[in-house]
């Protein structure tokens, strides 16, 4: 992850980055982005949400809270591969040979298996480079919390406002057998540029669907940001549907970690482009529990 900054932008590095590269000449390992650093904040009208009332409104560090929870919840670390932990105990001069080698994506999960808890594990699609950004222009700061059995529907538009980040901070903790619909328009009512975005974290417990629907039609001027990082307990349904109509430069990723048995994410992506309008898309499903399925 690195970003630069110059005195014109900041240029985010390894947006969308596949976790292991391919052939460099596919243009595919990563992207990158320049954001003006003149870009004001939004005002906090730029984010608008519909839905969320006292019975859903999640305190400020509820995701975190579920997520530190989940090391609980899961405290074994499963059976990795080969060149773990058991295998580099074993390597003696006579027996170095035995031992596989591993590549640098092996050894990074490798250790994710065997060291990292679920909170340290998790991620989002576009990295961490434009995670921080996102995070730290956040417009609005949203914490949906679902409580068992209960299902809530909720909206949050994001309107483009000139020669600004508008940015919606999305947290979703799903309780047992929750449910949530959640609405996310990024659109551009008025004429200017800027970055309109979201960054969205799930964490859904065990057996709760969360069904999201992201739509983005904004025009030519403006750069899009959509980010989620998802983690599924046992039984945890998320159903997501990627809507990508409008412009210059988006750039979508979502990330999920899969460690509950029986888990599920389904992912459905539309979109349209023309002229010299940029499109990256980058989802990465770690399925790391048993007869999990994307």
């Not at 808890?117 to 990295?127: D, Q, R």
């Not at 299902?151 to 600004?164: F, K, L, Y």
């Amino acid at each position: 992850m690195k970003q630069e900054t110059n005195a014109a932008a900041t240029t985010l590095e390894q947006v969308n980055a596949m976790p292991a590269a391919t052939w460099g000449w596919l243009k595919m390992n990563q992207t990158k982005l320049e954001l003006s650093d003149e870009l004001a904040a939004a005002p906090a009208e730029a984010v608008e949400v519909e839905g969320l009332g006292e019975q859903f409104s999640g305190a400020a560090d509820a995701f975190g809270t579920a997520m530190n929870a989940m090391a609980e919840r899961f405290p074994e670390r499963r059976a990795s591969a080969p060149g773990d932990a058991a295998d580099r105990a074993r390597i003696t001069p006579e027996t170095e040979l035995d031992v596989p080698a591993t590549s640098v994506y092996q050894a990074g999960a490798i250790k994710l298996e065997e060291e990292l808890s679920p909170a340290e594990a998790f991620e989002t699609g576009l990295g961490e480079a434009a995670y921080a950004y996102l995070a730290e222009h956040a417009t609005k700061r949203i914490v949906i919390d679902v409580p068992a059995y209960q299902h809530a529907t909720v909206t949050v538009r994001v309107s483009g406002v000139d020669a600004a980040a508008a940015i919606a901070a999305i947290d979703i903790v799903a309780r047992p057998q929750a449910t949530l619909d959640l609405h996310i328009a990024l659109d551009s009512p008025v004429t200017g540029e800027g970055v309109v975005g979201s960054v969205l974290r799930v964490c859904a417990h065990e057996y709760a669907t969360v069904n999201v629907t992201c739509t983005q039609t904004l025009d030519d001027s403006w750069i899009a940001l959509d980010d989620t990082g998802l983690f599924l307990d046992e039984g945890a349904r998320v159903n997501v549907q990627h809507t990508v109509l409008g412009a210059g430069a988006s750039a979508t990723g979502l990330a999920g970690d899969l460690l509950g048995d029986t888990a599920k994410v389904t992912i459905d992506t539309d979109y349209l482009g023309a002229r010299e309008q940029v499109r990256d898309f980058n989802y990465e499903l770690r399925h790391r529990g048993r007869k999990t399925e994307c």
